[in-house]
């Protein structure tokens, strides 16, 4: 799978490292960010959240849309 960002720009040799959690288009390393987030567990009624972080990847627009 190529960069989607990079198809756009006419570059057609970049290779996607992975697709955005959010809008699902595959991305390369220039064009994502690797963000941590919390896990939550239902463990019962009561959501144990995770002592470690995990990673999600999210492409340069859906991280500006965030962050705005």
Wanted: hydrophobic content about 35%; aromatic content about 2%.
């Amino acid at each position: 799978m190529h960069c989607y960002d990079c198809a756009q720009a006419g570059r057609h040799d970049a290779n996607g490292i992975g697709a955005c959690t959010r809008c699902g288009l595959f991305t390369c390393a220039d064009h994502s960010r690797v963000l941590q987030t919390t896990v939550q567990r239902p463990i019962g009624v009561i959501p144990m959240t995770s002592v470690l972080p995990s990673r999600r990847l999210v492409c340069g627009a859906c991280r500006t849309a965030e962050a705005s």
